[in-house]
């Protein structure tokens, strides 16, 4: 076998060598001034799987049949500096690695690499053709046939848009909906990503070096992007409006990821014993192939704008028959490209001390084209006066500018300062700066292609603009500081006390905050109360305070009154944590850990998250009686809850859009249940081990929903209703029986078992139309969010190495 390998490996790397003739049995080679050793990992394998496919697939790809799942080779001289490195893994499958090392010891290494991992999500059903591409298409014959059966408003009535029962007023459209998914092929969403590289560096001194890397990334395949809009139906009783039904429309797409990422980095730096600086230059180039995506409305063969209550076209509003243009368009990521320059260094001071930092500079810009308002041309130039659209809306030469000339300066500096002045004492200090210059044009665009590109809007929510007085593209801006100082004690021999405190702040522009300020302080502690067993512990407190947040419904800020950003929200957090390990025999490890987390967010603003409680319990057992035996097992229960104040819009009130009898409040509360077991034994004495785990992980979230004003005139759009529980179980078996039938080579047999099940309301077929008065008609799902599945596989391998 050894011989046979040897022969393998030459006949594979032979002209890497760079010598002929047989790898001798002694692996000397190069007349004894080089040694060579290998490793090789081949084998057969065979899959089932029920379900979900790509999901059991996600970031792998486990095929059937004959593997290579790893080949090492390693070539380092003997009477020669020379060394060489390579590494095999999954060859010609979708998550196969490369990589090549090799140089001259102390002089200089180079390396080239390349990597390829999967990423796959689900398979659905597209309706359209032309996946991956940045245009999808549908039959001219089936447009015009749903177009011909669509119904507007004016003969959808006054009031429920979907009566139920029957289901009957789109009957038409959706038997031509059905019968196309019944016919269409399922479509893969999914990508690629591969990466390769090539990098050298160069030792210039004993205590110098420069380098210089370059690699490239490229990810190609598709995924579900959806857009989409809806109508509001006011639904009254006696002239009083007392809820609210929707006819949605739109659909999932199939958005091609067609990415290629290029960066460059040079770097120089110096290296004594006391002190050490270097610095480094990187490119960074990011391309989209594909900088938009267009599709066939399946619905419309021919374009129009939105309609009013009476299915007329409207001048003044687009309340109805939204969605009704012919070819869509949404912009994906633009091209961009970053400068970035980074200094690091560390210098060794007195009483023990020593101070490290890094000083980095960036600029990242981005001029890609501006795509057209829309390509809805029959909005072109409709309005009534002060609204009217541009007649060019379809043409890039009605936007104010062609592009964004979009740039950022961010400038980021670390320090970190450690001082031992006394044996038993430690202080720690970190300052940390971030700013993030936002030096991109603000511009005014006089409207946009709304509800569906089917009607043009002049002005947003904004109460200090004008209805007509446009929209406004602001640059953000940001700087944020932190600050910590950590002080360790060595109070007894057997006990640690540590006190830490901590400041950040952040500062904003053109945002509807002005800056908000947290500082918190910490007390923990480490002890050994026995000579086997170890205690420590953790709390922290912090208080997150807010300047400057513009009320809502007011000018700067369109929101509700009281409705706060969860980020940008005063905040109380309360933080502990613990730990205990013993080991009250050398065979025994027992563990016990927890931690919780608690916010108190918002104060006394109205609507918003509010709390937000995390905790975790963990306990783990290892037991190793002998070199042939060792068992471990651990448990987890992880729990999360959040408590949200939201409510109903209705008629406008006293200034503001919302009745306190139309709030309601929802509480989530999710736990997850995670168990592991494993063992490993030697059957027979390094001859046969079996090594095999088990691992479960069950989670469950409730959500329950409350009215704390319910009265008789609440909306039924704001009643509190039920919610389903949501579960989600994990389950994996991995057993391998190895059998060593030579001192450097092993056989064996594995076995992989995993379930993974997800009960969740979101999961929906391809079409989900008449499901409830809330009609989805309109709205095409792919399906592809089944992830369930059930998969086994069976391997043998040979593993030897020389």
């Known amino acids: 076998m050894r011989n046979i390998c040897h022969r393998l490996a030459l006949a594979a790397f032979g002209p890497l060598l760079m010598t002929s003739g047989a790898v001798q049995a002694d692996v000397d080679i190069m007349d004894g001034k080089a040694t060579l050793s290998a490793e090789v990992d081949v084998g057969l394998q065979q899959k089932h799987v029920d379900g979900a496919a790509l999901k059991f697939e996600e970031y792998r790809d486990v095929q059937n049949g004959f593997l290579l799942n790893d080949l090492r080779l390693k070539i380092d001289g003997k009477a020669v500096p020379y060394y060489l490195d390579i590494t095999i893994q999954n060859p010609v499958q979708d998550n196969e690695y490369y990589r090549i090392d090799g140089g001259v010891h102390g002089k200089y290494k180079f390396g080239a690499f390349y ?80 990466k390769g590289g090539v990098s050298f560096e160069s030792n210039l001194t004993d205590t110098a070096k420069a380098w210089a890397k370059l690699s490239n990334e490229k990810k190609t395949g598709t995924r579900v992007i959806s857009t989409g809009t809806y109508e509001r139906y006011p639904q009254t009783v006696a002239g009083t409006h007392v809820s609210d039904l929707f006819l949605v429309s739109g659909m999932e797409l199939a958005e091609p990821i067609n990415y290629r990422t290029t960066m460059m980095n040079f770097g120089l730096g110096f290296y004594e014993k006391t002190w050490m600086l270097d610095g480094q230059y990187t490119l960074t180039n990011f391309n989209n192939h594909d900088d938009s995506l267009m599709w066939e409305n399946p619905f419309r063969a021919t374009s129009l704008s939105s309609s009013n209550s009476a299915g007329l076209t409207t001048t003044s509003n687009g309340d109805f028959n939204r969605g009704r243009f012919s070819i869509g368009q949404l912009s994906l990521p633009p091209d961009s490209r970053s400068h970035d320059f980074t200094v690091s260094g560390s210098v060794d001071l007195p009483v023990h001390s020593k101070l490290t930092g890094t000083i980095s500079y960036g600029v990242v810009t981005q001029d890609d084209a501006f795509l057209p308002y829309t390509l809805n041309t029959a909005i072109a130039g409709v309005g009534a006066p002060g609204f009217t659209a541009p007649a060019t809306v379809t043409s890039t030469a009605a936007l104010p500018v062609s592009n964004l000339n979009g740039k950022v300066n961010s400038l980021s500096q670390s320090y970190v300062l450690t001082s031992k002045p006394m ?188 709390s937000s409680e995390q905790s975790m319990g963990a306990f783990d057992l290892a037991y190793n009686p002998s070199e042939e035996l060792s068992v471990y097992a651990n448990y987890v229960r992880e729990s999360s809850k959040g408590f949200m104040q939201s409510a109903a819009k209705d008629n406008a009130v006293a200034g503001e859009n919302w009745f306190a009898r139309n709030y309601w409040n929802s509480d989530t509360h999710d736990t997850t249940d995670t168990i592991g077991l494993g063992l490993t034994a030697q059957l027979i004495p390094r001859k046969l081990t079996l090594d095999t785990s088990y691992n479960l992980s069950s989670s469950k979230m409730d959500v329950g929903t409350s009215n704390p004003g319910l009265s008789p005139t609440t909306l039924l759009n704001a009643v509190a209703q039920p919610w389903p529980t949501v579960k989600n179980r994990t389950e994996t078996f991995k057993a391998n029986l190895a059998y060593n039938v030579a001192a450097n080579t092993l056989v064996g047999v594995t076995y992989l078992y995993e379930k993974y099940k997800l009960d969740d309301f979101a999961n929906t077929p391809a079409y989900i139309a008449d499901t409830s008065v809330e009609n989805s008609t309109k709205f095409l799902f792919t399906g592809a969010n089944n992830f369930s599945y059930k998969a086994q596989v069976v391997g043998v391998y040979l593993k030897t190495e020389f």
């Open 423 to 610: 044996r038993s004492l430690t202080v720690t200090a970190k300052y940390r700066y971030y700013d993030y210059d936002n030096k991109s044009s603000a511009i005014t665009f006089p409207g946009y292609a709304a509800y569906g590109e089917s009607y043009w809007r002049t002005g947003n929510n904004d109460p200090r603009a004008a209805a007509n007085a446009g929209v406004i593209s602001q640059p953000l801006s940001y700087t944020r500081q932190n600050a910590e100082l950590g002080i360790d004690y060595h109070l007894l021999k057997s006990l640690t006390v540590m006190l830490d405190g901590g400041w950040e702040n952040w500062d904003r522009k053109n945002l509807r905050i002005n800056s908000t300020s947290e500082t918190s302080v910490g007390l923990g502690f480490m002890a050994k109360p026995m000579a086997y067993a170890k205690l420590s512990g953790h709390y922290k407190h912090a208080r997150r305070t807010v300047d400057g947040y513009k009320d809502g419904n007011s000018q700067g800020n369109p929101e509700a009154i009281g409705q706060v950003n969860f980020d940008w929200a005063g905040r109380v957090r309360k933080q502990a944590d613990v730990r205990f390990t013993m080991s009250p025999v050398e065979s025994v490890t027992l563990g016990i850990s927890g931690k919780t987390l608690k916010d108190d967010l918002g104060g006394d603003n109205r609507f918003g998250l509010k």
């Open 115 to 194: 990597d390829s991992i999967p990423h796959n999500f689900a398979s659905g059903t597209l309706i359209l053709t032309g996946a991956g591409s940045g245009l999808l298409t549908i039959a001219d014959t089936t447009q015009l046939a749903l177009q011909a059966n669509d119904l507007l408003r004016v003969g959808r009535g006054a009031g429920n848009p979907n009566p139920k029962p029957p289901f009957a007023q789109d009957a038409a459209q959706q038997a031509i909906i059905r019968d196309l998914n019944a016919n269409a092929g399922q479509t893969e969403f999914k990508l690629k990503r591969e």
